[in-house]
């Protein structure tokens, strides 16, 4: 157990519709961030929070956005929804402001979009 | 731009062989790299990294790997493989410089045959 929490642990929805993908940090670090796994692009990064502020962005959607709320959790919400938003999306935190120190992943939310 | 390259898609070995995977990255200096493992259904467990120092490194579960500067390497070595190490397995770079994402290869599944 990595101590990063991701709820739900699957979700299907149908095109056109948001969802909100939820992410718990280990106690104790400030940085969230969120990647996407799917077949043809693999693991993706999306986007970093660190202490509540946006710190880096990847290659996240304009129909994607993120938060980081003052209890650290982080919250990724994808709207507008189409197939091929269809993938895994992990959510990793660490203590720093920088992934390459170490970075610990949760289990992941499988999102299903039909 | 760093970039991550698993050319082995697929790999299967018996139980008891020894292992190899092969990892090469793209970045002008030393950057950070790391080797994670996903079991099916679970998120990414790391498995080691290297950030300087001995260009060996010992992981969990008995894998370790070997930065080769010159060969622009990271590839990643059991001695003896159980049927429990079965699983994807990714390398990943990170560098300060270029954010604080990691950059993913595609992954090698690896099969273990009895």
């Known amino acids: 157990d990595s101590g990063v929490t991701q709820t739900p642990k699957h979700l299907i929805t149908a095109t056109g519709q948001r969802v909100t993908l939820r992410c718990s940090p280990r106690s104790g670090d400030l940085s969230v961030y969120w990647y996407q796994q799917s077949l043809d692009q693999g693991l993706q990064f999306l986007i970093q929070y660190y202490n509540g502020e946006e710190r880096a962005k990847g290659n996240i959607l304009e129909r994607f956005s993120a938060q980081q709320f003052p209890d650290l959790h982080s919250e990724l919400n994808l709207s507008s929804l189409e197939l091929g938003d269809s993938a895994l999306y992990f959510c990793?935190?660490?203590?720093?402001?920088?992934?390459?120190?170490?970075?610990?992943f949760g289990q992941g939310t499988r999102l299903t979009v039909v | 731009a760093q970039s991550v390259t698993q050319p082995d898609i697929h790999i299967t070995v018996s139980e008891g062989a020894s292992l190899e995977l092969r990892c090469n990255y793209s970045?002008?200096?030393?950057?950070?790299l790391f080797w994670y493992v996903q079991s099916p259904g679970q998120g990414l467990q790391l498995l080691l990294k290297?950030?300087?120092?001995?260009?060996l490194v010992q992981g969990i579960k008995g894998f370790e790997a070997e930065f080769k500067r010159s060969q622009s390497s990271f590839n990643l070595r059991k001695p003896s493989v159980h049927w429990s190490d079965a699983a994807e397995y990714f390398c990943a770079v990170g560098a300060k410089e270029y954010g604080n994402k990691l950059v993913f290869g595609a992954g090698t599944i690896l099969r273990v045959k009895s």
């Open positions: 990793a935190s660490s203590v720093g402001a920088v992934s390459v120190t170490e970075a610990f």
């Open positions: 290297y950030f300087s120092g001995d260009t």
């Open positions: 970045y002008g200096a030393t950057p950070y």
